[in-house]
């Protein structure tokens, strides 16, 4: 099982940057493919960005791709996410989330965080 825990959300202006982080905690935090998600209000959960275990796949929703970077750190038991150019539309509440298939997918994610608010001012 693995704790996860974000970090490094705010309020930004439309244009600007934030980078999130998710501390893990618990065994064997590289075997676990790990996803971003968000969720703006009133509206369902929706996938971002994943990274495979090894952190050499990565998978982005259309939404943010080339805007958003993933990445993570696995001596640090940390993944990342870069997000450049922000929109208002961004704006949502961020989950990480660890998928013990490993491979950077965009569902079955089995531990999530407790998430963290990303406000884009216009």
């Known amino acids: 099982q693995v704790q996860l825990v974000e970090s490094g959300g705010g309020l930004v202006q439309a244009g600007g940057s934030l980078r999130l982080s998710c501390a893990a905690s618990g065994r064997r935090f590289s075997v676990y493919g790990m996803g971003w998600f968000r969720q703006a209000p009133g509206q369902e959960r929706e996938f971002a960005a994943a990274?495979?275990?090894?952190?050499?796949?990565?998978n982005y929703a259309d939404s943010v791709k080339g805007r958003f970077t993933i990445s993570r750190d696995n001596a640090k038991n940390t993944v990342y996410l870069q997000m450049n150019s922000l929109k208002p539309e961004d704006t949502a509440v961020y989950y990480c989330?660890?998928?013990?298939w490993g491979t950077g997918r965009r569902t079955g994610y089995d531990y999530w965080g407790q998430g963290t608010q990303v406000t884009v001012s216009s």
């Open positions: 989330a660890a998928d013990p």
């Open positions: 990274i495979s275990s090894s952190g050499g796949t990565t």
